[in-house]
Nanobody, 124 residues
Framework: QVQLVESGGGLVQAGGSLRLSCAAS????????MGWFRQAPGNEREFVAA????????ISADSVKGRFTISRDNAKNTVYLQMNSLKPEDTAVYYC?????????????????WGQGTQVTVSS
């Protein structure tokens, strides 16, 4: 089992920045692809970004490319999502997730462990 706890959410004005953190505990952290997803009220959970176990490969949704950056520190068992140039449409609950092999990367159903989520609200 892997336990994931997100932090760093909050209220920010459009154009502002936030950095989300996801602390992992339990099984060794290094073998997992880590992803960030988000879900706004009435919407399905959508992929935001993911990072390989080594940190050498990342992918992100087109809607956040150039604005959001995912990174990880395996020594600290933590994955981050740096969010810049935030827009009101980024408002959602953001979830951290861990994906065991075989890796699915972008599909929520492929992820095995989930955090409780952290609210991000961007005001216009």
């Amino acid at each position: 089992q892997v336990q994931l706890v997100e932090s760093g959410g909050g209220l920010v004005q459009a154009g502002g920045s936030l950095r989300l953190s996801c602390a992992a505990s339990g099984r060794p952290f290094g073998g997992y692809v880590m992803g960030w997803f988000r879900q706004a009220p009435g919407n399905e959970r959508e992929f935001v970004a993911a990072i390989s176990w080594s940190g050498g490969s990342t992918i992100s949704a087109d809607s956040v490319k150039g604005r959001f950056t995912i990174s990880r520190d395996n020594a600290k068992n933590t994955v981050y999502l740096q969010m810049n140039s935030l827009k009101p449409e980024d408002t959602a609950v953001y979830y951290c997730a861990a994906d065991r092999p075989p890796y699915g990367w972008t599909k929520p159903r492929d992820y095995d462990y989930w955090g409780q989520g952290t609210q991000v609200t961007v005001s216009s």
